[in-house]
């Protein structure tokens, strides 16, 4: 068994690999989600568990810093395939040992472990030790952190058997969408994808919310859709872009991860157009589950969850350590004086490049 930090590109696409097709990988886990952090001058590295050469298990560390501040996060895990679970303890190990070495003043990990059964979550984790010397729960928000999966099954399922399952009253607006000539689309040349995300854009500003500007972003999607990770969905009517929502591909299954649209009167139900084919998507690549994904606002969350979804929030999952006591101290001092400023930060942060 081997365990070692890489960030070699040969490695690197063996465990973008590695987190397509193991059920208990996330794409938060892909590297090229994570290079995205170096628009904030961050860095990230990967961690492998090897057993003969082949990966079974890692995670992925991103280095947040700022002025003389560095967070060591683990956004999603560590994971390991099934089989392996003895391994996990000395993988959690490997996290507040590498954020000493990093310099790093504080690092957290977020486990997807679950109450309930879902293959792609751990249901029953080993004796953790390590996990003794942290503290539950996680004190620095600016790199997101996998908490749940806001779940469809997909198992047994075929469109019109699926579909019966829903509320009348989303079977009726999935129906009017398709009666609004809207055309359905698989956005796949960089300027369509550039297109769909200045919709994304529009729509944050509008309903006052945040999402990183294309330029930071655009690499990354462009990198991720060349793999085959990416799927931007659209919907057009008399050839103008009306909706658009974004997908990513990781652990066996796609989550949702933005969305946007023209308003229209009369409303034209892009969202519900748009979220069924994501769900076509899935059972035509047969796959047992679609990630809708959790939060938003409570009309969104109210519109994701009638979907008949199921939630898997990860419980007793999410564990920090304070390696720099005194500097971790400060640093919460001002986030407490800034948090307001979150936008701010933001944009601090991006011209903070260490």
């Not at 029953?124 to 996998?146: C, E, R």
């Not at 729509?203 to 990354?220: G, Q, V």
């Not at 101290?329 to 490049?353: D, G, M, Q, V, W």
Request: with cysteine.
């Amino acid at each position: 068994m081997e365990i070692f930090f890489t960030k070699n590109k040969e490695e690197l696409d063996q465990w973008d690999a590695y987190v397509s097709v193991e059920n208990k990988a996330s794409h938060l886990l892909l590297s090229d989600w994570n290079q995205s952090f170096t628009s904030y001058g961050f860095d990230f590295e990967v961690c492998l568990l090897k057993d003969q050469n082949e990966i079974v298990g890692g995670f992925v560390g991103v280095i947040a810093k700022a002025l003389f501040f560095k967070f060591y996060i683990v956004p999603y895990g560590p994971i390991v395939s099934k089989g392996y679970e003895d391994q996990l303890n000395h993988l959690i190990a490997q996290v507040p040992e590498r954020a000493k070495q990093s310099g790093s003043c504080y690092c957290h990990i977020s486990l997807p472990s679950t109450k309930e059964m879902n293959k792609h979550t751990f249901t029953n984790l080993p004796d953790l030790p390590i996990l003794k010397t942290a503290k539950a729960g996680q004190l620095f928000k600016y790199v997101y952190s996998g908490y749940g999966l806001n779940w469809i099954d997909l198992v047994g399922y075929d469109e019109e058997s699926k579909i019966i399952t829903l509320k009348p009253s989303v079977r009726r607006n999935i129906r009017n969408s398709y009666r609004k000539d809207l055309i359905f689309k698989i956005m796949t040349l960089d300027n369509d994808i550039e297109q769909a995300y200045h919709l994304f854009k529009e729509n944050s500003i509008a309903a006052n919310y945040s999402i990183r500007d294309w330029k930071d972003m655009r690499e990354t999607l462009l990198s991720l859709n060349k793999k085959g990770f990416l799927k931007i969905l659209a919907a057009f009517k008399d050839e103008e872009l009306k909706g658009a929502i974004l997908l990513i591909k990781g652990g066996n299954y796609y989550t949702y991860i933005l969305g946007g649209s023209k308003k229209e009167v009369p409303d034209l139900r892009t969202g519900d157009f748009l979220q069924w084919e994501a769900i076509k998507l899935s059972l035509h690549e047969g796959l047992d589950g679609y990630n809708i994904s959790l939060g938003g606002s409570p009309g969104v969350v109210e519109f994701k969850n009638s979907f008949n979804t199921v939630q898997f929030y990860f419980e007793n999952a999410q564990f920090h350590w304070v390696i720099k006591p005194i500097y971790f101290k400060l640093y919460l001092f001002l986030e407490k004086h800034l948090k307001n400023h979150k936008k701010t930060i933001a944009r601090i942060l991006s011209l903070l490049k260490k």
